[in-house]
């Protein structure tokens, strides 16, 4: 089956965070079991030629090119809005990984205009809005594709809510509840040397990470060799971290190294002792995933989407605010704590959110889109 993946941006910075790993991890998962999945995606801060490649995936990126104040929404392409229609037409299924920008919803478009069967996956993305740029792209083409497509993904009931609430009276035929999977990394050596806890999202207000910044005090009191790592690319909370850094007097022990590679990330995350990431109002955090599938225990707040299961689980702790952090990442410091915890994490992962029960359920998705269009 020939699958063409969707997504707003791949940057050396990966500023768009999870959808862009959610694509290539799939991606992936599909040419190891003989499928054609391709991805089309923006992309910035690389030198011309464009790569043809992401991580193994065939690519076709086209330059992202700024044509309105809106964040990533504002990001475009002439090139991609040009050759939308011939790319989708190439594919049996078109997978988009739906936001209201205009990458996705011109690609969603295409592929509605062309016949071809589209699956769409918001991540949290597409919800109720008041902004009036929301609001017009909404009437104009949001509504209509979640309306065409042949399936429509959804990670947790709240974020079905919500697309239902977008959509309006006509509400979803073709919802399907899918989680966020990650590949089954072997496993390795527990990390060794001091405490090392470790913060790897985007820099923004709603992930809140001066909050660990905040926790790193009290677990230096007990710890006073550990060390803290804010990695990510900034979205406006750097010169805050930073900040408080300073007024802390935590400089020696906190280092924000920035955006980090794949390769740099997977490292990071094998030598964290605790993994935290304290953001609100989480849908489903692909690198709290990806830490526990290493065996990293993870601290996140209770509105985060994996908290339930992290809590059934033990595979960390689960903390209603700031002030828990410090208590949860020190319960976690714990020698038969963490190991306790290590465990249940890598069992989660692979119990739960392992690729092959992903793809086993998209597989069958994509198969009844493909039967449908072909009726």
């Given at each position: ?24 991890n799939?991606?992936?998962?599909l ?31 086209h ?19 040009a ?10 299924v ?10 996705t ?10 016949g ?44 079905l ?50 909050d ?15 060390t803290?790592?804010?990695?990510g ?38 030598r ?6 304290p ?73 739960v959110?392992?690729?092959d ?19």
């Amino acid at each position: 089956m020939r699958v063409l993946h969707a997504v707003t941006l791949h940057s050396t910075t990966h500023a768009f965070g999870g959808p862009v790993r959610v694509a290539l991890n799939l991606s992936q998962g599909l040419r190891e079991r003989g499928h054609d999945a391709r991805l089309t995606a923006l992309a910035d801060g690389f030198q011309r030629p464009l790569p043809e490649e992401v991580e193994g995936v065939p690519a076709r990126l086209h330059q992202a090119c700024r044509v309105l104040p809106l964040g990533f929404s504002g990001l475009t392409s002439p090139s991609l809005l040009a050759g939308a229609h011939r790319l989708v037409r190439w594919a049996d299924v078109v997978h988009v990984h739906l936001a209201r920008d205009l990458v996705t919803l011109p690609v969603a478009l295409a592929a509605l205009r062309a016949g071809r069967p589209l699956v769409l996956q918001t991540h949290g993305m597409v919800d109720p809005s008041e902004r009036l740029s929301a609001r017009l792209l909404d009437a104009v083409a949001v509504r209509r594709v979640l309306r065409g497509a042949a399936a429509v993904l959804h990670l947790t009931p709240h974020e079905l809510r919500d697309l239902h609430a977008v959509v309006g009276g006509a509400g979803l035929d073709r919802a399907v509840h899918l989680v966020n999977g990650v590949p089954a990394p072997p496993e390795g050596p527990a990390p060794q040397g001091p405490p090392r806890i470790l913060y790897a999202a985007r820099l923004q207000a709603r992930k809140r990470p001066v909050d660990l910044v905040d926790a790193a005090p009290a677990i230096l009191a007990r710890h006073p060799e550990a060390t803290f790592v804010v990695a990510g690319p900034d979205e406006g909370e750097l010169a805050a971290v930073r900040r408080r850094i300073d007024e802390l007097g935590v400089a020696g022990k906190v280092s924000c190294p920035g955006p980090l590679t794949g390769t740099r990330m997977a490292e990071e995350l094998r030598r964290a002792h605790v993994y935290v990431l304290p953001s609100v109002d989480e849908p489903f955090p692909m690198s709290v995933l990806e830490a526990m599938a290493v065996g990293t225990p993870v601290v996140v707040t209770g509105s985060n989407g994996l908290a339930r299961d992290v809590d059934r689980a033990g595979a960390g702790r689960v903390v209603t605010g700031p002030d828990g952090i410090a208590p949860a990442v020190l319960d976690l410091l714990e020698p038969s704590v963490r190991r306790s915890a290590s465990a249940a994490a890598r069992k989660l992962t692979a119990e739960v959110f392992s690729m092959d029960a992903v793809l086993g359920t998209l597989l069958d998705v994509y198969e009844r889109a493909y039967a449908g269009s072909q009726a």
